[in-house]
């Protein structure tokens, strides 16, 4: 027999396929082939580095104890000898609860003396080493949000025998917008449900419907005896209460206790006493600098005059005083001003002289323009209603050369092709019915509709403004071309783009007077204030919570805020810019009437123009844009209707100036105080956060003039019905046209004296299609903020 060979595996087992042969070589790959030159093959994408078991294992752990670490603070804070209590907000869901016998039965499961006179009380759980500060609500709406913005545990207190009325659910709705920490629910008067099955299926039912709106509850908890109390109390004391991440940012204070002392040589503007307040509590939040300013809902902002510790840490305070002292005072170089506006200065733009016989002739001129437009104006039509028995001509109506950026939606330039409906009455410079005898339509300012006519025209104008909002939808921006006003005067104010995204546009150009007002940018204490108005001590109430806020550097100065902003879906009204609301933003809240503009995503726009909306659609989200205070970081908003709240002026300053600046006194405004009566509900019409601060961002409104086909002649065509007369087509030659189909072209030549032009497009038209001829404008909000 032969020698037998030995058997032996590959190399390597992985199957190894020829190179790809290009029969298309360039001559410079052959050239390179040749010399033995090879190719890098390029490496896509980032090296992912091999991570080992021992690598995941140490990165495990080190995540591991920072989240120990951080745990273990927060619980420092809680517990040891200079504790801070744990606030607790007991929150009513039901009208026949009773928070103030489920506060008893913890007090009695500790054997603690419990005084029913107080809705804020302290518990000391000796065994558990804490305090609990619990905060008994009532049934306030405005009550129960300002507590939620400061509580570290939120109980929500339902019923067993009745289910969640729409109050609760209006809490419940605003408390989970604008964010909520560790979340606790109670039921009561579960001992009066016999049978087991139907109390276990009514805490089923319950859990079910909390978690719809906060999905980390996992149970029902009861207070109704002594084992029950103290299995609550056990689960609060043995949990670190959840952090939200907008209240992270901003230190704020709880107080304990106030006390005011007077300064008899110190009055504000109203005679009022001022004084230093000093506030005694636990400071909460991030790190405090007695250089910042302290925001008092209702009140204003405030500086610090010094603060006092209570222990010897010092951590979280920075100041210019020594190391080692108790009492921290402000740096006067680095102390925040609590001017809030910049005091615009109308004499800056130097003027030329002109001389006397240039301001005679200039005279002369000026009176032979206003003799010709009192002319024009002397005399005007109006389209009215047939049949309409109490028609009040509005004065404001009426064109006026010197005011022509009047609104596109309104009424008297939305010509109808109804002629039947309407008849045309003649109206003089100040609104009134030239023609004396007709008297269907005299202004008669004594003969006033009763009640009932009153409900009727509501009525009609509340569908005429929900048409409106569904025409904004259907027809976006179209307006008709005015009959009486020639285009090129009543469009004056408006501009061509050839590209709404990327046309360039000078964010500082023809900007208003209200613009030169707003800036653009960037553990237990004692804590002083100075200069504060004696009513902000009178306003404390050992029943109530009375929270201050830090602000931080700048946030006091106005500029312009944008929030984004959804409509709450249970809203079916039409909500219109410029429409009056109450915006609560963060622990502020305020009175605007914001402008909405189009939310573009993720998408940026190189000339940072957006679109500006009539009305607040639903389904998608908007920017809202008003003058407010600045804000940092992702503030919850919460947007409601001010018909259920009652706005009362409040005596204390809130734009507070340095006796060293000069500032405009229709700048400075008094503070309200906004109340709200108990188990009103409030009308929610949209939640969202705070977008940014930035005035250079542009609002463009725009107006899309129409017309239709006459003639087509392949690329060629005769437009009519979108202007009247051959000025206004020379005025808007070079602007580019559009339809809706999406051709695009531009005005050749006028044809006639009727408004009919020829244009040319880059394809042939259909007979259907609309031609469009777009114009912006940028708009402004209004300068009426009103801070509450």
Same mark, same amino acid.
């Given at each position: 027999m032969g020698k037998e060979e030995s058997f032996?595996?590959?190399?390597?087992?992985?199957?190894?396929?020829?190179?790809?042969?290009?029969?298309?070589?360039?001559?410079?790959?052959?050239?390179?082939?040749?010399?033995?030159?090879?190719?890098?093959?390029? =490496?896509?994408?980032?090296?992912?580095?091999?991570?080992?078991?021992?690598?995941?294992?140490?990165?495990?752990k080190i995540e591991q104890r920072k989240k120990r670490d951080e745990q273990a603070m927060i619980k420092r804070l809680f517990t040891g000898r200079n504790r801070a209590p744990k606030l607790v907000a007991m929150i009513p869901l039901c009208q026949d609860v009773q928070p103030a016998s489920l506060v008893e039965n913890m007090y009695q499961s500790l054997e603690a003396e419990y005084d029913p006179s107080k809705h804020i009380c302290t518990l000391d759980t000796k065994h558990f080493k804490q305090d609990f500060k619990i905060i008994q609500l009532q049934r306030n709406f405005l009550d129960i949000v300002e507590a939620a913005k400061v509580a570290d545990y939120i109980v929500f207190v339902m019923s067993a025998l009745q289910e969640v009325d729409d109050f609760g659910k209006s809490v419940l709705t605003a408390i989970q917008a604008q964010g909520a920490p560790?979340?606790?629910?109670?039921?009561?008067?579960?001992?009066?449900?016999?049978?087991?099955?139907?109390?276990?299926? !009514?805490k089923k039912s319950l859990l079910s419907f909390i978690n719809y709106y906060f999905p980390a509850v996992n149970q029902i908890h009861s207070c109704s005896n002594i084992d029950n109390s103290v299995q609550f109390v056990r689960t609060v004391a043995n949990t670190i209460p959840e952090t939200i991440s907008w209240r992270k940012k901003s230190p704020y204070i709880v107080a304990?206790?106030?006390?005011f002392i007077p300064d008899p040589s110190s009055v504000d503007q109203t005679s009022q006493q001022l004084g230093d307040l000093e506030i005694t509590g636990f400071l909460r939040g991030a790190n405090l600098s007695p250089d910042r300013l302290i925001h008092i809902p209702g009140h204003g902002n405030f500086q610090i005059k010094s603060i006092v510790l209570n222990s010897n840490s010092q951590d979280d305070i920075k100041a210019g005083s020594e190391i080692g002292s108790t009492s921290f005072y402000p740096i006067k170089e680095k102390q925040d001003s609590l001017v809030c506006y910049n005091a615009p200065d109308t004499t800056a733009n130097e003027q030329p002289l002109i001389d006397e016989s240039e301001m005679e002739n200039w005279k002369s001129k000026m009176q032979e323009?206003?003799?010709?437009?009192?002319?024009?104006?002397?005399?005007?039509?109006?389209?009215?209603?047939?049949?309409?028995?109490?028609?009040?001509?509005?004065?404001?109506?009426?064109?006026?050369?010197?005011?022509?950026?009047?609104?596109?939606?309104?009424?008297? $330039?939305?010509?109808?092709?109804?002629?039947?409906?309407?008849?045309?009455?003649?109206?003089?410079?100040?609104?009134n019915v030239i023609d004396p005898d007709n008297a269907k339509y005299k202004k008669d300012e004594d003969d006033l509709p009763d009640a009932q006519d009153t409900q009727k025209q509501l009525e009609e104008y509340?569908?005429?403004?929900?048409?409106?909002?569904?025409?904004?939808?259907?027809?976006? *921006?179209?307006?008709?071309?005015?009959?009486? =006003?020639?285009?090129?005067?009543?469009?004056?104010?408006?501009?061509?783009?050839?590209?709404?995204?990327?046309?360039?546009? &000078?964010?500082?150009?023809?900007?208003?007077? &209200? $613009?030169?007002? !707003?800036?653009?940018?960037?553990?237990?204490?004692?804590? =002083?204030? /100075?200069?504060?108005?004696?009513?902000?001590?009178? /306003?404390?109430?050992?029943?109530?919570?009375?929270?201050?806020?830090?602000?931080?550097?700048?946030?006091?100065?106005?500029?312009?805020?944008?929030?984004?902003?959804?409509?709450?879906?249970?809203?079916?009204?039409?909500?219109?810019?410029? *429409?009056?609301?109450?915006?609560?933003?963060?622990?502020?809240?305020?009175?605007?009437?914001?402008?909405?503009?189009?939310?573009?995503?993720?998408?940026?726009?190189?000339?940072?123009?957006?679109?500006?909306?009539?009305?607040?659609?639903?389904?998608?989200?908007? !920017?809202?844009?008003?003058?407010?205070?600045?804000?940092?970081?992702? &503030?919850?908003v919460l947007m409601y209707l001010p018909d259920n709240f009652e706005i009362i002026p409040s005596e204390s300053n809130i734009n507070q100036t340095d006796s060293s600046m000069e500032i405009d006194s229709n700048l400075t405004t008094n503070s309200s105080q906004l109340h709200i009566l108990n188990e009103t509900l409030p009308t929610l019409i949209g939640t969202g956060s705070v977008y940014s601060v930035d005035p250079t961002r542009i609002l463009?409104?725009?107006?899309?003039?129409?017309? !239709?086909p006459y003639k087509i002649n392949k690329r060629k065509a005769t437009i009519r019905f979108m202007f009247y007369n051959p000025i206004d087509i020379n005025y808007f030659k070079p602007i580019q046209l559009s339809t809706k189909y999406g051709r695009h072209g531009h005005i050749i030549e006028s044809l006639g004296t009727h408004g009919y032009m020829k244009c040319v497009f880059n394809g042939g038209i259909k007979a259907m299609d609309t031609i469009c001829l777009n114009l912006y404008k940028r708009v402004f909000p209004k300068w009426d903020t009103k801070l509450l």
């Open positions: 032996h595996h590959r190399a390597t087992l992985k199957q190894k396929n020829k190179s790809f042969k290009s029969k298309h070589a360039t001559k410079t790959q052959l050239k390179d082939k040749n010399k033995g030159k090879t190719q890098r093959t390029p =490496v896509k994408g980032k090296m992912s580095r091999i991570q080992r078991k021992a690598d995941r294992r140490n990165y495990a560790s979340v606790l629910s109670l039921i009561q008067h579960d001992s009066q449900i016999k049978e087991t099955k139907q109390l276990v299926s !009514i304990d206790n106030l006390n323009l206003e003799e010709k437009e009192s002319e024009i104006l002397r005399k005007k039509t109006k389209r009215v209603p047939k049949e309409s028995d109490a028609l009040m001509v509005d004065k404001n109506s009426v064109f006026d050369a010197n005011d022509i950026d009047i609104d596109a939606n309104d009424s008297d $330039y939305h010509n109808s092709t109804d002629d039947e409906e309407y008849d045309e009455v003649e109206i003089d410079e100040h609104g509340l569908k005429l403004k929900a048409k409106q909002s569904e025409n904004d939808l259907e027809f976006p *921006d179209e307006v008709d071309t005015p009959l009486d =006003v020639p285009a090129h005067i009543r469009f004056a104010k408006f501009r061509g783009l050839q590209s709404f995204r990327t046309s360039p546009w &000078d964010p500082y150009e023809n900007l208003p007077i &209200d $613009y030169a007002r !707003i800036f653009q940018l960037e553990n237990p204490k004692n804590m =002083v204030l /100075s200069s504060v108005p004696q009513s902000v001590y009178h /306003s404390f109430n050992k029943n109530k919570l009375f929270a201050a806020f830090s602000l931080l550097p700048h946030e006091n100065k106005f500029s312009v805020l944008h929030f984004i902003i959804k409509r709450h879906q249970d809203y079916e009204e039409p909500v219109r810019s410029k *429409d009056e609301v109450i915006l609560m933003c963060g622990f502020r809240r305020m009175v605007v009437r914001p402008l909405y503009s189009q939310f573009g995503g993720s998408k940026s726009s190189s000339n940072n123009v957006r679109k500006f909306e009539r009305f607040l659609q639903n389904g998608s989200f908007s !920017i809202g844009t008003v003058y407010a205070p600045v804000c940092f970081g992702n &503030d919850p463009a409104k725009r107006i899309v003039l129409t017309g !239709i």
